[in-house]
């Protein structure tokens, strides 16, 4: 009990105050830890109940449309395959000669490809030849990297430069007859 438990306390304006005897109302320590770690297991459990709930009781989401791809028009098709073949130029001109490491045919290697997955209603034979030619980039590339065969790691035994020269030969006859 407090130092002068039972004489009211008068407030400042003479309204008597209440008196609390005893224990406080608020837990104290181990009690106040207890109740708040009850109350946030509570609250998660309600909150993982109304979560699976809703869950079963929303619908599934609709399945996508198929989005029907329309024909590119002739000027599409003109516009990507000008991009394009610019690009396999630009490409084939960064590259040094002679090629001595894999860093003289990576990054026209990766040009080329961006430029394929950029346009891709190019013209179908345009595409073709370039697809081919970076395929013989690629075989380049991993072919001057020097690495030894192991596991997964492959490199062709020996490049070819005649079956990549026939390659790009035939990009540049397509792009160079395109239109006429």
């Not at 073949?85 to 490491?101: D, E, S, V």
């Amino acid at each position: 009990m407090y130092p002068g438990a039972g004489v009211p306390l008068a407030s400042p304006a003479g309204i008597a105050l209440p008196q609390y005897s005893g224990a406080s109302h608020r837990p104290a320590g181990k009690r106040r830890t207890i109740t708040i770690a009850t109350f946030l297991a509570a609250a998660f459990g309600l909150g993982l109940a109304g979560g699976l709930l809703g869950a079963h009781i929303s619908p599934p989401p609709a399945p996508p449309t198929p989005v029907t791809a329309a024909e590119p028009s002739a000027d599409e098709v003109r516009a990507q395959t000008i991009d394009l073949c610019t690009r396999f130029a630009a490409a084939y001109a960064a590259i040094p000669a002679p090629q001595t490491a894999s860093a003289d045919m990576i990054p026209a290697t990766n040009y080329v490809a961006d430029a394929l997955r950029d346009n891709v209603n190019a013209d179908p034979a345009v595409r073709e030849a370039v697809l081919d030619s970076l395929r013989l980039m690629r075989e380049h590339s991993a072919a001057l990297s020097h690495e030894p065969a192991r596991g997964a790691v492959q490199p062709p035994n020996g490049f070819r430069a005649a079956p990549a020269n026939a390659a790009d030969d035939r990009v540049w006859d397509r792009c160079y007859a395109y239109g006429e």
